[in-house]
Each structure stands twice: as structure tokens, then as C-alpha cells.
């Protein structure tokens, strides 16, 4: 509920906030086309999956699946819905009125050429400077829902992992040690006294 309830605030924003013109046809299109290029690298992903299962080199059995054909035809609709506007529209017809009509693609290319700045400072950039890597964790929530966490795992954090391994590797050699040791030492007292009993029951023999 709390996911539709959002949905329908930005809904409701998006519909009421931009005048109507050129910003609301705008803020459409805006939202409509990075839809597209996500839904068609989406859809190319799982025909790559699927290429990838028939060759053997995966196994990938999903209990839904959405097919060869359907997922081709997705895949080619978004494909034309990222290149037709491109097209200059016809003589008296035109996206907007004062706007360039390729203009929300240039932007909504410009908005994921900054979000790939972002991850390559944030995931590429910040952690060499300051000695850490991005892992991956799986976390189950309060929901009972597994999910995945990204994590910092600073260099000292590693060394120091490392080095009670090794400390932990150690003591354990040490103590296989001592037990093999230990049972030298027993294995010798039992062969001495069985020796000792050989040689008094000889003894006695003799005499």
C-alpha cells in the first residue's frame, strides 16, 4: 500500500504541478522515454539469458517465463520507441510548440549520462582514494524479505581479518601439534610397559 500510495502522489504531481503547454507535454515524454531504454536493455538482457541457457553455459530455470517470442517483440517495440523520435515530424506537426522535438531524449540521456558519473565516482573513484571496496550482502529484513546491502570493507578491516586467520591458523597447527605429541607420548609409555611386563614375566619363567 505504501508503494501505491507513492505512485500516486507522483501521479498526481505530475498531472496537476506543470502547466499545460509545452512543460506538461515536456515532463511527459520525459518520463516515458528513459522508461523505454530501460525496458529495451531489460528485454535484451533476458534474450542474452536465454542465449546464454541454450548454449549451456548457464542454468536459469525461472518458474514464469515470458518466452522467445514475446520477449523479441518487447524488446523491438521499445527499440523503435527510442529511435522514432528522432525522426523530424511532418510539416504542421510537431511534438511542441516552441521546444525542439528531440529535446527530452537529449535530456533523458543527459540524466543517465549523470547517473553514470555518479557510480563511477561513488563505486570506482571514492573507494581507491579511501582504501575500501563495495561488497554485497545478503540481509534478511523485518518484512521477512531477503535483500541485497552494499557494504564498505575498508583495507584495515581485510588485513585484520587476515591476520586472525593466519594467528587462528597458527594456534591450530599448534595444538595439532601438542595432541600428536600427546599421544606420542602415550603410544610410548604403553609400548615401555608392555615391555617391562614381557621382561618380568620372563623373569619369572627363568626362575
Same mark, same amino acid.
Given at each position: ?26 515532463? !511527459?515524454? @520525459? =518520463?516515458?522515454? +528513459? ?7 531489460? /528485454? ?5 539469458? %536465454? *542465449? ?26 521499445? !527499440?523503435? @520507441? =527510442?529511435?522514432? +523520435? ?7 506537426? /510537431? ?5 525542439? %522535438? *528531440? ?105
Amino acid at each position: 500500500m505504501v508503494g501505491l500510495f507513492q505512485h500516486f502522489i507522483i501521479c498526481l504531481i505530475t498531472i496537476i504541478a506543470p502547466p499545460p503547454g509545452d512543460a506538461y507535454n515536456f515532463v !511527459l515524454n @520525459l =518520463i516515458s522515454y +528513459p522508461m523505454n531504454i530501460i525496458n529495451f536493455i531489460i /528485454s535484451a538482457g533476458l534474450l542474452w539469458t %536465454y *542465449w546464454q541457457k541454450r548454449q549451456g553455459k548457464i542454468e536459469w530455470n525461472p518458474p514464469i517465463r515470458a518466452g522467445y517470442v514475446i520477449t523479441t517483440f518487447f524488446t523491438l517495440v521499445n !527499440l523503435y @520507441l =527510442i529511435i522514432c +523520435p528522432y525522426i523530424p515530424p511532418s510539416n504542421g506537426e /510537431s511534438v511542441y510548440e516552441s521546444l525542439p %522535438y *528531440w529535446i527530452h531524449c537529449v535530456v533523458s540521456w543527459g540524466i543517465f549520462a549523470i547517473g553514470g558519473l555518479y557510480y563511477l565516482f561513488w563505486a570506482q573513484i571514492m573507494p581507491r582514494f579511501r582504501h575500501y571496496r563495495l561488497e554485497t550482502k545478503d540481509v534478511l529484513g523485518e518484512d521477512g524479505f531477503w535483500k541485497v546491502k552494499i557494504i564498505k570493507v575498508y583495507d584495515n578491516d581485510t588485513e585484520i581479518k587476515q591476520s586472525t586467520n593466519d594467528d587462528d591458523d597458527i594456534s591450530n597447527n599448534s595444538l595439532e601439534n601438542i595432541e600428536e605429541h600427546l599421544e606420542y607420548i602415550q603410544s610410548g609409555k604403553k609400548s615401555k610397559g608392555g615391555d617391562s611386563d614381557t621382561e618380568v614375566h620372563a623373569r619369572t619363567i627363568d626362575h
